[in-house]
T-cell receptor, first 112, second 116 residues
Framework: GENVEQHPSTLSVQEGDSAVIKCTYS??????FPWYKQELGKRPQLIID?????GEKKDQRIAVTLNKTAKHFSLHITETQPEDSAVYFC???????????FGAGTRLTVKP | NAGVTQTPKFRILKIGQSMTLQCTQD?????MYWYRQDPGMGLKLIYY???????DKGEVPNGYNVSRSTTEDFPLRLELAAPSQTSVYFC???????????????FGPGTRLTVL
């Protein structure tokens, strides 16, 4: 089955700096890669996703890049703000298969 | 819309007890899921359902059972609680994959379960 690894486990940045979180996946058949944000004590919420026919996707300060050959994808947050502080999870699956595998998460802290 | 709701929010069980975690969604989603989240870890899929009457095992199904008699409800049953089942349980729902909206899963608020 699919195995997703996520790095780093914790990340601390100054407000205004950029943050990058990386994930690798094992199953070359996976073609759907979402990112979820989970604030302390809250439920996970989707922030951005990408399919394998696209190399990059942007939504305001958030972007995701995908390298299918290397089987890794990354989340980029620019101009970080304190409200970006949360745990971020990457995941991988087939786009029409609901057996989604999540990474272990990255705790991002943005210091004012 | 209330979205995805779960009850109870917290529960403490003794080893060997049983309980049912309730999950309801009012978004008319055909897909529903149960995950567990251990401290400092990601989400692991326990069971999922693609529609009423259909359920499938996920990554960690042992010790759990589910049923899906209606589109709205997807209860998770623990028959013989063990300390290894101490975790936060999240229910989620989604539409079948859509080209524009992808596979976004909407999560409930979670149930924190402790087995002593």
């Amino acid at each position: 089955g699919e195995n997703v690894e996520q790095h780093p486990s914790t990340l601390s940045v100054q407000e205004g700096d950029s943050a990058v979180i990386k994930c690798t996946y094992s199953d070359s058949a996976s073609n759907y890669f979402p990112w979820y944000k989970q604030e302390l004590g809250k439920r996970p919420q989707l922030i951005i996703d990408i399919r394998s026919n696209v190399g990059e996707k942007k939504d305001q300060r958030i972007a995701v890049t995908l390298n299918k050959t290397a089987k890794h994808f990354s989340l980029h947050i620019t101009e970080t703000q304190p409200e970006d502080s949360a745990v971020y999870f990457c995941a991988a699956s087939l786009y029409n298969n609901n057996d989604m595998r999540f990474g272990a998460g990255t705790r991002l802290t943005v210091k004012p | 819309n209330a979205g995805v709701t779960q009850t109870p929010k917290f529960r403490i069980l003794k080893i060997g007890q049983s309980m049912t975690l309730q999950c309801t969604q009012d978004m008319n989603h055909n897909y529903m899921y149960w995950y567990r989240q251990d401290p400092g870890m990601g989400l692991k899929l326990i069971y999922y359902s693609v529609g009423a009457g259909i359920t499938d095992k996920g990554e960690v199904p042992n010790g759990y059972n589910v049923s899906r008699s209606t589109t709205e409800d997807f209860p998770l049953r623990l028959e013989l609680a063990a300390p290894s089942q101490t975790s936060v349980y999240f229910c989620a729902s989604s539409y079948q994959y859509r080209a524009l909206s992808g596979n976004e899963q909407f999560f409930g608020p979670g149930t924190r379960l402790t087995v002593l």
